[in-house]
């Protein structure tokens, strides 16, 4: 009986040996079920936050408004309406004064404007809601046959106000000056008249209400002259520096080149649906790095400056 004891006992201890080999670190301890929590998955990126995603739908949204704001809303919706099946986003122009009126008065979704709200006579600013989108330079622009590449403010203003009427005066050949201005609703010449003209009455001339047209007009007229945004510009019309200084994103972004606008798209209270997910792709880094950027305007991120509606000038 004892030697059969002894050899249980011993049976016994290496049983348990073996069982201890067999748990090693590839096999953890069951856990009673009720005590098991699932693992920790990724945070979604709405996740935890109020805002929902914008919900697309096929209601029309209308952009009206800001020629200048144009080319870039329009590229806009159409890759827009490209990745958003049913989405419809119709773009008109206008002016800003128009795009500023009609979503005040709810005839349209978006307002595009070169101007704050602030700045235009009899619009609501405080029922509108401001979406700045990117910046634009304007910028003095002739008939490419003018010899003349730089003037200073004051012949600037002085061309503009009809006191200088022949490019000898200014260094160029003795030929008539035919001036091209844009209606007193455009954002442009808004923008124009107060950091170019320091807000001195331009005189009378050629006046259109498209910046298409006022390009076309200035490439086939001798002698003239006129303004456009940046996102305007090609080999058919020049632009001229100012003061020694180049309309380009890198003189704008400091300051150094005064002539801009911040391009906005206004709301009548805060976006919702198409609209709201039409604002977000403008705003996404895809957009601004991209589309904003190859059609001449400048990301609002990119800006060393911010401007108040006021014109007033701070650091970032």
């Not at 009720?34 to 805002?51: C, R």
């Not at 895809?286 to 059609?295: G, S």
């Amino acid at each position: 009986m004892k030697k059969l004891s002894k050899m249980f006992i011993a049976l016994s201890f290496v049983g348990a040996l073996l069982a201890g080999c067999g748990s090693g670190n590839n096999a953890a301890p069951a856990a009673p079920a009720q005590s098991e929590k699932p693992a920790a998955q990724p945070a979604d990126a709405n996740q935890g936050s109020s805002e929902k995603p914008a919900e697309v739908s096929s209601e029309p949204v209308t952009a009206v408004g800001s020629t200048a704001l144009q080319p870039l809303v329009e590229q806009a919706a159409k890759d827009f309406m490209a990745k958003n099946a049913g989405a419809q986003i119709q773009v008109q122009g206008g002016g800003s004064g128009t795009g500023l009126s009609q979503v005040a008065s709810g005839a349209a979704t978006i307002g595009n404007s070169d101007i704050f709200a602030e700045e235009k006579k009899g619009i609501p600013a405080n029922e509108l809601v401001d979406h700045k989108v990117a910046v634009v330079g304007m910028a003095a622009v002739v008939n490419p046959k003018i010899t003349v590449d730089n003037l200073t403010k004051q012949q600037l203003i002085d061309i503009f106000t009809g006191k200088i009427t022949n490019w000898k005066d200014v260094g160029g050949e003795d030929q008539k000056i035919t001036l091209v201005n844009r209606p007193k609703s455009s954002g442009t010449r808004a923008t124009f008249h107060t950091f170019a003209l320091d807000g001195n009455e331009e005189a009378e001339g050629i006046t259109e209400d498209s910046s298409g047209t006022v390009r076309k007009i200035i490439a086939e007229t001798p002698g003239a002259i006129g303004y456009l945004a940046l996102s305007y510009l090609n080999d058919t019309v020049k632009p001229l520096k100012l003061d020694g200084v180049e309309a380009n994103g890198e003189n704008i972004a400091t300051n150094k080149y005064p002539v801009w606008a911040y391009e906005h798209m206004y709301t009548k209270g805060e976006a919702t649906g198409t609209a709201k997910a039409f604002l977000e792709y403008i705003m996404s880094e895809e957009t601004q790095k991209t589309t904003i950027t190859q059609l001449g305007f400048l990301p609002i991120t990119e800006m060393k400056v911010e401007r108040t509606a006021d014109g007033k000038v701070n650091q970032k």
